[in-house]
């Protein structure tokens, strides 16, 4: 430009006339040769080096043109394509950011659920185990109570019996030998009943009174044998009912066990599908790791075109400088859409959601 701006005042200084044709130049881009002043012959040498100076001057400024049009259109399509990877990284990491954080959101509120499903499971069977196993218990020692007093009074009660059946067998033998006794008194008095009769009736009158007593007795020792039967029958009774409460308590504890066996299997069965789902999500993290890592290679690559850019435009600064008349290229790079990257965003979106969704409602129901 400094060369150009020397060249046009030595034209002004030879040609003042000239001015106002290069005005004419700069209006409609022509000019007529023949309107030229011509001062007298001796400057027709000035006047055709001054034409030739100035086609030069004309052709330069009209090279000028194209290229400053040129690079105008260069930088304006270098500013779009800039435009456009700001705007691809500002998507493209609001996006990533976005997934990250539903994505931490959504793992941190499964694990709270499937671990407070988890906790709901245990305590309510751990619960009911409790209670039954003491309900059980409570049962077992009243039937213990039960049994062991009512066993205890019917010992009593045969020891007290036993007591009197050897008494009674003490005074049956005594009696026994009483009669004996008698018998032989009588058979005594016999002997001598011819010598007294008076001997002989208060002989029979006390066998008679030795056989009452024996009768009564023998009525006492026969009482005391049935009642002796009858406890034998109450501890017979009993020792069967203990029996049957035994079973009982028995089958109650195979019932617990085989009730607290199949809570463990359910609750297993829950803790396998809980753990599943985790599994699930942990794959679907590593998926979203994956778009992270390649959205992470993206923004590399985008950091890279930035700069190839940036040297794009040193170069074209470098062209603007040299003004050789050479025209100017673009090497530009294509910008790839954020659509075509990250395909069907909000079917995506809509997909998980419904997916975390079904997650979650599952361990519930699972638990129910």
Known sequence: MAMFKKKFNDIEDQAPDMANMMNQVAQDGSFDLGSIPMIDSSNDSINETIAEQLNRVLSQNSLLITQIDQLQALNGDLFNQINEWQNYRTEAASYINEINDKHQAETTELKQAHQEALDVVNNDWSQKFDVKAQEVEERYAAVEVRISDAAQAQLQEKT?????IAELRDNRADLENQVKNYDLQVNDLQNKLGQSDVVAQQSAAEKQQASEQFNQVWA?????????????????????????????INTMKEDSITEFQQTQKKTDS????????????????????NKYSVAVQRAVGLEANVQSLQEQNNLLVKQIRSMDGREFTSVRSGVPSFNTDFPGKTEAEAADNAGM???????????E
């Open 160 to 164: 007290e019996l036993e007591n009197i």
């Open 220 to 248: 006492q020792l026969s009482d005391a044998t049935e009642r002796l039967q009858l406890a034998n029958d109450k501890i017979e009774a009993l020792t069967a009912e203990n029996q049957k409460w035994s079973q009982e």
């Open 270 to 289: 829950i803790i396998s599908g809980l753990t599943d789902q985790v599994a699930h999500a942990h794959q679907q993290m590593q998926v979203i790791e």
């Open 357 to 367: 969704t079904a997650e979650e409602t599952n361990p519930v129901e699972t638990a």
